[in-house]
């Protein structure tokens, strides 16, 4: 008999008003008990909702049968059999709307809490493995270049490699990961788990170049030249949008790529690190999505007294994770929402001393269907801070675009890209947030999946 109980099992966290001082860990993660009540919530339907929603369709009731008969291992080989990171999916895939917002238990309470054991499954394969399993792979002799090491890269050089091809990724930073290592600050995603996949994939022989800017370093004319018979772009979205008003480039204001890979790739809050820590007393941060929740909560564990998210909507539209605006307020960040940046104001020193922001109130819906915040005449008002974090988005960085004939992007600066992944350029290929714009995690690896078994398919008709 499932068990019937409304609530998802608690998954044990650290206590906000400790956590915000470090950079630890935020959810500890299941127990094996708690993972045993979590999964004889499931009800293993015969119509399977949850494996549609989601985007690499991982045979979940069959994961979550397994965890009930005691079988962790077996779960591991089910989830991996269609998901290659499943301890990172496992900590920031959005499955509110995702697979659980499919999952019939939410009907009638909480949807069974299919990413907390997607976690469990994970750490606990990583905790017990003794040493990697030895995958016996027959090249083919046929080479791939990929360029970014983000979800998107590593998904398609793990398909491609898995497949005998000879798989080279190039990385333009110094640490291999994307977004996953450079963005997602470690207390919600530990580095030492990305290092591991990466270290997975180099062990299955693909070659990672790192300090690698392709169209810098080499062009992708050259990798051709030197014998790569297909590259996939996953170069993702890195390009910061600004807000275009007076007083950005003033001193303390940063864009959220700059600040978080500061504190993430850079290591600027631990001891030992040559890159200068941001010292801040009262910080903005503009923006409603993971990425500004990522630079406010980052803001507070370095030390600021008050950190403040400017949003011009409201809560409704917030488009963050709500797991993480419910720990972002406990934390203590204080949301300033249907309020809209108009001035960054400085001293005599040229450094920020206060934003200063217009009220706004919803209209009518607009073109993303969301309702237009207006503004309110004659409500300016200014709140004192001295540093200023711009979150309002990214596009993708034009380098590869402006540096290789035949490939086109829209107007958004993004890659174009059929549903098979293919460019406008024969022998190449691209996904994840380098076509679709910022997005997540799991579309980006569903791209990089989609694209692989494009580029076999490509070589072997060319053979
Ligand atoms: P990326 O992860 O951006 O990787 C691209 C890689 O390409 C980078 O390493 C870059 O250095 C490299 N590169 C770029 N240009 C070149 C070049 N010319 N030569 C060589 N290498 C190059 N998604 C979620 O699902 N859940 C979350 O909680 C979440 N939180 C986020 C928090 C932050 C702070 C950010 C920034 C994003 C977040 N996202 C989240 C979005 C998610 O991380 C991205 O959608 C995903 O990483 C995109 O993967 P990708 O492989 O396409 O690109
Ligand atoms: Fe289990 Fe929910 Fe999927 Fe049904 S929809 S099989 S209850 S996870």
């Given at each position: 008999m499932p068990n019937m109980d409304k609530n998802k099992t608690a998954m044990p966290e650290q206590e906000p008003m400790i956590r915000n001082k470090n950079f630890q860990e935020v959810s500890l993660g299941y127990t094996e008990e708690n993972a045993k009540i979590e999964a004889s919530r499931c009800l293993n339907c015969k119509t399977k909702p949850c494996i549609e929603g989601c985007p690499v369709n991982v045979r979940i009731p069959e994961f979550i049968a397994k965890i009930n008969e005691g079988n962790y291992e077996g779960a591991y080989e089910v989830l991996t059999s269609t998901n290659s990171l499943p301890a990172v999916c496992?900590?920031?895939?959005?499955?509110?709307?995702?697979c659980e917002e499919k999952c019939v238990r939410g009907l009638k309470g909480?949807?069974?809490?299919?990413?907390?054991?997607?976690?469990?499954?994970?750490?606990?394969?990583?905790?017990?493995?003794?040493?990697?399993?030895?995958?016996?792979?027959?090249?083919?002799?046929h080479k791939v270049a990929v360029i970014g090491s983000g979800p998107a890269g590593l998904t398609c050089a793990g398909d491609l490699a898995l497949a005998?091809?000879?798989?080279?990724?190039?990385?333009?930073?110094?640490?291999?990961?994307?977004?996953?290592?450079?963005?997602?600050p470690e207390f919600r995603l530990p580095k030492a788990i990305v290092k591991k996949e990466v270290g997975r994939l180099e062990n299955m022989g693909i070659t990672v170049k790192r300090d690698a800017v392709i169209g810098r370093s080499i062009t992708v004319d050259e990798l051709f030249e030197s014998g790569f018979e297909a590259v996939f772009i996953g170069s993702g979205a890195g390009l910061p949008e600004f807000l275009r008003i007076e007083g950005e480039s003033l001193l303390g204001v940063y864009s959220a790529n700059e600040y978080l890979t500061r504190i993430n790739l850079m290591k600027s809050y631990q001891a030992g690190y040559d890159t200068p820590a941001v010292k801040s007393k009262c910080v903005a941060v503009v923006g409603g999505g993971n990425v500004a929740m990522d630079s406010a909560r980052c803001a507070k564990r370095l030390g600021a007294e008050n950190v403040y998210i400017i949003y011009r909507r409201s809560m409704d539209e917030l488009p963050a994770r709500k797991e993480e605006v419910h720990h972002a307020i406990e934390e203590g960040i204080e949301f300033k929402l249907l309020n809209n940046p108009v001035k960054i104001l400085g001293d005599e020193n040229g450094r920020v001393r206060a934003i200063e922001c217009v009220k706004m109130e919803l209209g009518e819906p607009d073109a993303s269907g969301r309702r237009r915040p207006v503004p309110i005449e004659g409500s300016n008002f200014a709140i004192d801070v001295d540093t200023v974090v711009i979150a309002v988005g990214t596009s993708p960085n034009p380098l590869i675009k402006s540096t290789t004939k035949g490939l086109e992007t829209n107007k958004h600066g993004c890659l174009i890209a059929d549903e098979a992944g293919k460019t406008t350029r024969e022998g190449i290929y691209a996904g994840g947030d380098a076509v679709t714009g910022a997005a997540t995690v799991?579309?980006?690896m569903g791209a990089g999946k989609t694209a692989a078994e494009s580029i076999i398919k490509y070589i072997s008709e060319k053979k």
């Open positions: 496992g900590r920031v895939c959005p499955q509110e709307t995702q909480d949807p069974v809490g299919i990413g907390r054991l997607e976690r469990f499954v994970a750490d606990w394969h990583m905790a017990h493995q003794t040493a990697p399993k030895k995958i016996d792979i027959t090249k083919n002799g005998g091809y000879e798989v080279t990724v190039f990385e333009s930073l110094h640490e291999a990961g994307g977004v996953l290592i450079y963005g997602i799991i579309l980006a």
